[in-house]
């Protein structure tokens, strides 16, 4: 299976050519992939080299003139770097912009840490505005691309990685979509998580929320699926834990409820290794997630056995 990334250039360059507002701007990360496209829409199709700050602004230029800019690069690159930049260029000045990132919290162990941004999300949720896309599928990723270059003039982050689940889902850019129903709690699963979390949660009575779009938090569909169950709810997010929880809390303000964020932990690994040492070690794999949502939803007990599968 092809990843988001090389589903990205395609598909930016079908967009170039469908769209005469859409913009590209690289940071020379991903030049190759745009090698047509830059002949057949130089004027539109921009490489400002390892320069990151200057991508953003550049970005915010063109915004100013009217297009639709298209930023792209690794996201430690292109959110934590030029924070600075995202926030004035864009946020103060009001412009709009697609930031598409690559290489998530982790992809590319061997790049070591100046490589991952596991904060990304976070960052940005200081800031107002900003649409956050986290896919789970290359088609997911396509689809929420086609959204966030289609959204006007918002500011719109498409998180992409390597990670992935089997299959495609359908998004629409905006609401979490239920796939399992249980009374004994709520998981959320964003993006590339829920293979992991639907493995996890194989047997146990609980509701499984899917969410590709987190930013807006889909306040309403958490608010549902905690009324129909235990207001109890996980979240399993590929960035860093915790992340969403001050958003889940504020949707179930007025319930009693209890809420464990789970995701890439604080402590920074110092060794390379895989990917999936990486997931293993921040505890993101089914089996550890099975032992932690399990004991979190019934702390003391046995996991609650779903009575349509008859498994626990």
């Known amino acids: 299976m092809e990843t988001m990334r090389e589903r990205f250039a395609p598909v930016l360059t079908r967009l170039l050519d469908e769209d005469p507002r859409v913009a590209v701007v690289l940071a020379e990360i991903g030049k190759d992939g745009f090698a047509e496209a830059t002949r057949r829409h130089p004027d539109r199709v921009v490489n400002v080299?390892?320069?990151?700050?200057?991508?953003?602004?550049?970005?915010?230029?063109?915004?100013?003139?009217?297009?639709?800019?298209?930023?792209?690069?690794?996201?430690?690159?292109?959110?934590?770097?030029?924070?600075?930049?995202?926030?004035?260029?864009?946020?103060?000045?009001?412009?709009?912009?697609?930031?598409v990132s690559a290489a998530a919290s982790f992809d590319w162990p061997a790049g070591g840490f100046t490589h991952m941004a596991p904060g990304d999300v976070a960052l940005l949720d200081t800031l107002d505005g900003w649409t956050v896309h986290v896919p789970g599928h290359p088609d997911e990723a396509e689809t929420l691309l086609r959204h966030a270059v289609a959204a006007g003039d918002d500011k719109v982050y498409?998180?992409?990685?390597?990670?992935?689940?089997?299959?495609?889902?359908?998004?629409?850019?905006?609401?979490?979509?239920?796939?399992?129903e249980g009374r004994e709690g709520v998981v959320v699963a964003v993006g590339p998580m829920l293979d992991a979390v639907l493995e996890a949660t194989e047997g146990l009575d609980v509701t499984v929320l899917y969410a590709t779009t987190v930013r807006p938090f889909d306040s309403a569909a958490l608010r549902r699926a905690a009324d129909a169950a235990r207001p109890d709810v996980v979240l399993v997010e590929p960035y860093l834990a915790g992340t969403s929880t001050a958003?889940?809390?504020?949707?179930?303000?007025?319930?009693?409820?209890?809420?464990?964020?789970?995701?890439?932990?604080?402590?920074?690994l110092?060794?390379?290794?895989?990917?999936?040492?990486?997931v293993a070690a921040h505890g993101l794999d089914a089996a550890s997630l099975r032992e932690r949502i399990a004991g979190f939803l019934?702390?003391?007990?046995?996991?609650?056995?779903?009575?349509?599968?008859?498994?626990g």
């Open 49 to 99: 080299g390892i320069r990151e700050q200057l991508l953003v602004g550049a970005g915010a230029g063109l915004a100013l003139t009217g297009l639709r800019p298209v930023l792209h690069t690794f996201a430690s690159f292109l959110v934590e770097r030029p924070f600075e930049q995202v926030k004035l260029d864009l946020g103060h000045q009001g412009l709009g912009a697609v930031l």
């Open 298 to 311: 019934r702390p003391g007990g046995e996991p609650a056995v779903n009575v349509a599968t008859g498994r």
């Open 158 to 180: 498409v998180r992409l990685s390597v990670q992935a689940n089997a299959q495609g889902r359908p998004v629409d850019g905006e609401r979490f979509s239920t796939v399992r």
């Open 270 to 278: 110092r060794r390379y290794g895989t990917i999936e040492e990486h």
């Open 247 to 268: 958003a889940a809390n504020d949707a179930l303000a007025d319930l009693p409820h209890r809420v464990l964020g789970l995701g890439v932990g604080r402590r920074e």
